[in-house]
């Protein structure tokens, strides 16, 4: 098949991967796109998960 992505369906994401996100995944590569979510939908959706991760630490030191 020369666009395999276009008739089987995607893998399932791993297990350590927020369900929000992998609903909201799916959704987005949904065959037909009148049925994919919007960007603004997905930014509805996904925020919460970016708003409950902890905050980056930056480790480097500048050097003067």
């Known amino acids: 098949e020369r666009y395999p992505q276009l008739v ?7 297990d350590q ?4 996100v992998r609903e909201v ?15 603004g939908e997905v ?9 409950g991760l902890p905050a980056p630490k930056l480790t480097f030191k500048v050097r003067g």
Do not use: G, I, N, Q
Not at 8 to 14: G, V
Not at 43 to 51: F, G, I, M, N, S
């Open 25 to 39: 995944v799916r959704a987005m590569l949904d065959k037909d796109p009148a049925k994919r979510p919007v960007p």
């Open 43 to 51: 930014v509805d959706a996904l925020e919460p998960v970016l708003h």
């Open 8 to 14: 089987d369906e995607p893998y399932d994401l791993p």
């Open 17 to 20: 991967v927020p369900s929000t």
